[in-house]
């Protein structure tokens, strides 16, 4: 008789056997934790394992936020070039006393550190601007996102494409288009018309670093504002146009009210990051020209680590100032908006 021929088993296709493969590797990892995690769960009960899962979060806070924020706050209080803590001796107040040692405020030429307070007024002139603009045109432009136009997911992600872009990238994209012999310049020439200093003149330069702040980050309060706009019941607009409340009206006493809390989250926010300002005007112009866009951030990083004789101290003390003045601006924005609320 003639033998027939063994049949071959048809193999598994590839993303199947990977697939088991996938099963048994987190099989055998869930068990694993569970050999670990399951003793430590008796020993400390089910509410306490919270803090065993927190841990990591907590250590990496401590190292890297709360322990340099410490370290800064007592760098403040002491003197000399020395880096490390041990080698610094203390000098109380004395850092303080340097920044605010002042004939008149308003003038920093009477000031012992002038740099700190033209810092301080560009930082003040920088966030009053910037701010502004930045949640006007995040609204503006959140409203019409919001409203049935062609193409809105593709404009919706347009206007956020600059958030992902780094803070250098945008600077240094707009210094080719702003320069003597940038694209701006070239389309004014073309036009017929005489070369712009943008970046050389004081009042030009700190103009041109508002604008390039507002571009590259109002995609991120948009989203914000979007959201809030879409949190909104249609039934409240559909009871106000049977009420005969028009388009201006619905704005004012339907949409700002209810708004108005994401409005404050996104004020806050950015004030928060106008005040950290650094890296897009540092690349733009470098605190230029002369002091004209220096805002307290390159203050502080020249004075600790970008001059001659690096005063680690002083660095500290004014980041000490900057950061109780962000608290209290922000206490008395949220206090305000309490207050503010329907009862």
């Not at 907590?58 to 000399?80: E, K, Q, R």
């Not at 006393?97 to 009477?110: E, I, K, M, V």
Request: positive net charge; hydrophobic residues 55%.
């Amino acid at each position: 008789m003639a033998t027939r021929a063994p049949v071959s088993k048809p193999s598994k296709p590839l993303s199947e056997r990977l697939s088991g493969a996938f099963t048994w590797v987190f099989e055998l990892l869930m068990n694993t934790l569970g050999l670990v995690l399951e003793p430590l769960q008796r020993l400390v009960g089910v509410k306490r394992m919270a803090y065993f899962f927190l841990l990591p979060n907590l250590l990496i806070f401590g190292v890297f936020i709360l322990f340099p924020m410490l370290l800064n706050f007592y760098y403040a209080f002491t003197g000399g070039t020395a880096l490390f803590p041990q080698d610094r001796p203390l000098v109380g107040a004395e850092n303080f006393a340097t920044l605010f040692d002042c004939g008149n405020f308003l003038n920093p030429n009477t000031c012992t550190e002038d740099r700190f307070w033209r810092g301080v007024y560009n930082t003040g002139l920088f966030i009053l601007f910037q701010v502004a603009g930045t949640v006007v045109f995040a609204l503006v432009t959140a409203l019409a996102l919001n409203r049935k136009i062609r193409f809105r997911g593709f404009f919706r992600s347009v206007y956020f494409y600059p958030v992902l872009l780094s803070p250098v990238v945008v600077a240094l994209v707009w210094k080719w288009i702003l320069q003597r012999d940038g694209l701006l310049n070239a389309l004014l020439v073309g036009l017929g018309g005489e070369p712009v200093a943008f970046l050389l003149s004081g009042s030009w330069a700190l103009f041109w670093a508002i604008v390039v702040s507002i571009w590259a980050h109002m995609g991120f309060y948009t989203l914000i504002l979007l959201a809030g706009l879409q949190s909104i019941p249609k039934e409240i607009y559909d009871a106000g146009s049977i009420d005969g409340a028009g388009t201006y009206r619905s704005f004012r006493h339907l949409t700002l009210p209810l708004l108005m809390p994401t409005m404050l989250v996104v004020l806050v926010l950015a004030l928060i990051r106008a005040v950290q300002t650094f890296d897009e005007v540092f690349v733009l112009t470098g605190g230029g020209p002369g002091s004209a866009t220096l805002l307290i951030v390159q203050y502080i990083y020249t004075t600790g680590f970008a001059s001659q004789i690096q005063r680690f101290g002083l660095a500290a003390a004014a980041s000490v100032v900057l950061g109780a003045t962000l608290l209290v601006l922000t206490l008395l924005q949220l206090r305000l908006g309490r207050s503010e609320r329907p009862l």
